[in-house]
């Protein structure tokens, strides 16, 4: 992770699964501070834009070598991916593609975003986490972070939640409803079929029920009505 704000990561990954799974050597987060290769004695990391215009802009000399620092420490290069609202929209498949990587740099920006230099050398895979803008890519790498680690073999407990998920293996649909105790809840009781113990009841209802979810709220995710995404925000990283 490269950031100017390291901290900012600290509470993340201090907890849950993504504590057990750095503390089982299943992943390891390594987090540079761009402001390390600031310039000069102010250790400056943007400036004023040329042609004018609000903001600052991280400076290419700053992101660019701290990247090559960054790769220098391991043999192999990391896949680099830039947190911006200019990128490819993040999902599923976009994550089990990132998974695959040995390991990912994962860039976050601030400011009004970088020196369009940095993209021309480094060459990122730029990704976005929606079409809205955020202070900054840390929270955006969290994210991609988390999605990512999910699918990291061993990280979470139960080797088949992450493929039952919502959105991923062949079917982009929504899961099915949970139900736990009590068995009644202010006059709302669980589905008798859930009490059945008749597993295959269980998973015919379940199919059903997020099949019939995914019609009501989130057609789209289903192929007869596939709609494209909308061009991704304008400006700023
Ligand atoms: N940085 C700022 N906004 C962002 C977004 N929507 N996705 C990824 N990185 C960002």
Redesign the pocket.
Same mark, same amino acid.
């Given at each position: 992770m490269l950031t100017l704000f390291p901290e900012m990561f600290s509470g993340y990954l201090g907890q849950g699964h993504l504590k057990r799974a750095i503390d089982a050597g299943l992943v390891q987060i390594e987090l540079a501070n761009l402001r390390d290769f600031g310039l000069g004695r102010h250790r400056q990391v943007d400036d004023r834009p040329y042609g004018g215009g609000p903001g600052m802009v991280l400076m290419a000399p700053v992101v660019v070598e701290c990247v090559e620092a960054v790769q220098s420490l391991a043999q192999r290069p990391a896949h680099v991916v &830039? &947190?911006?609202?200019r /990128?490819q929209r &993040?999902d599923q498949k976009v994550v089990e593609g990132l998974a695959g990587r040995e390991r990912l740099l994962l860039l976050? %920006?601030r400011y009004e975003g970088f020196d369009e230099r940095v993209r021309k050398i480094l060459q990122p895979e730029e #990704?976005? #986490? %929606? $079409? =809205? +803008? &955020?202070? %900054? /890519?840390e +929270? @955006? @790498?969290m +994210?991609v972070i988390d999605a990512v680690i999910r699918l990291v073999p061993g990280v979470l407990g139960d080797e088949d939640s992450s493929r039952q998920d919502s959105f991923s293996g062949q079917e982009r649909r929504l899961e099915h409803d949970q139900y736990t105790r009590p068995r009644e809840y202010r006059g709302l009781s669980v589905p008798e079929v859930l009490l059945s113990g008749d597993h295959e009841a269980i998973a015919r209802w379940r199919h059903e029920e997020g099949l019939a979810r995914t019609k009501r709220e989130r057609s789209d995710l289903l192929g007869q009505n596939q709609t494209e995404p909308p061009p991704a @925000?304008p400006y =700023? $990283?």
């Open positions: &830039l &947190l911006t609202p /990128g &993040l976050c %920006g #990704i976005s #986490i %929606g $079409d =809205f +803008v &955020l202070n %900054g /890519g +929270v @955006a @790498a +994210v @925000a =700023f $990283d």
